[in-house]
């Protein structure tokens, strides 16, 4: 072991929280110590409860016990002091560490299954039609998060991905124009949701816009189809003042009172069509004379 070995040690893993990974990181720091097989085994019987009878096993003895200490003093340092006011028994580093793992071990298998569950939403979960921007980053991050105090590592650009894949189909052009002007792999999630905010209003500009546009043309459509009632001849005769047929002239023969196709010397047999149009100018010229009459 080189001089630069003795002074550059590792750092005694902390416990924090997830207690598979500190299991994995204080057992190889313990190993690489010479020391697990106290916490793997404890401390041997003949060091236990008996007099040694020669100066060699007292030695021994001494020599375990004094390991043991230090290997308790690593956990000490790797375990903080709430945790340790919780543990009864610390006679020794094997007592301490079967406390550890009753303690801890369960509650692993039970955030194990949790984040299996929230791996499982994490996938399913995708925009609503009509779901706004935050609304849907706000679960999506929720997610992460929760993801994360159970012991999930995730990578930003595996977030950013997730959100583009999960967007409605009515922003797949937005999803285009995103990849093609940015590299997701350093995309921000704040820069992902400042585009598709921009993105969100301009369509929302664009809709409004349109609905104007609706309902502008709807209204002068109805004023069209309103003339048309007024002028048409199947609306003839709706909402008019009562004609008086007095001035009504006959085309055929020139006589005051009755319409051509009311004259009784003209033959039925005539064009019922040019009749009816002809009928149809005669009256709009009478209303007409008859609105310039009253102003």
């Known amino acids: 072991m080189s001089i630069l070995d003795k002074f550059v040690q590792p750092s005694i893993p902390r416990f924090d929280g997830h207690y598979d990974y500190w299991l994995m990181m204080i057992e190889n720091f313990l190993w690489s110590k010479e020391m697990w097989s106290l916490v793997d085994e404890g401390i041997p019987a003949m060091a236990i409860g008996t007099t040694p009878t020669s100066e060699m096993q007292r030695r021994v003895v001494e020599e375990v016990k004094l390991k043991d ?4 003093n690593f956990l000490f340092h790797a375990i903080d002091r709430e945790i340790l006011e919780a543990i009864f028994d610390k006679g020794t580093s094997k007592a301490i560490w079967n406390l550890m793992k009753q303690k801890y071990q369960g509650s692993t298998k039970v955030k194990r299954a949790q984040l299996q569950t929230l791996r499982r939403e994490f996938e399913l979960l995708a925009m609503k039609e009509g779901e706004k921007v935050d609304n849907f ?4 991050l929720t997610l992460v998060k929760n993801m994360k105090s159970n012991g999930e590592t995730m990578e930003q650009s595996t977030v950013v991905s997730k959100i583009l ?17 940015n590299d997701l792999s350093t995309l921000s999630i704040d820069e992902l949701h400042g585009s598709l905010l921009v993105h969100e209003q301009r369509m929302q500009g664009y809709h409004e816009e349109e609905h104007v546009l609706k309902v502008a043309q709807e209204d002068r459509s109805n004023r069209g189809r309103g003339r048309g009632v007024f002028r048409g001849g199947h609306g003839r005769g709706r909402g008019r003042q009562p004609l008086n047929k007095a001035i009504i002239e006959c085309f055929k023969y020139h006589r005051l009172g009755h319409f051509q196709y009311e004259c009784p010397s003209w033959e039925k047999k005539a064009n019922y069509v040019e009749l009816d149009e002809e009928e149809e100018i005669l009256l709009i010229s009478y209303e007409e004379t008859q609105q310039t009459k009253k102003e």
């Open 137 to 140: 980053l706000g679960q999506t």
């Open 165 to 181: 894949r999960s967007l409605t189909a009515k922003l797949n052009y937005v999803v285009y124009s995103i990849e093609e002007s």
């Open 69 to 72: 200490l230090n290997v308790k």
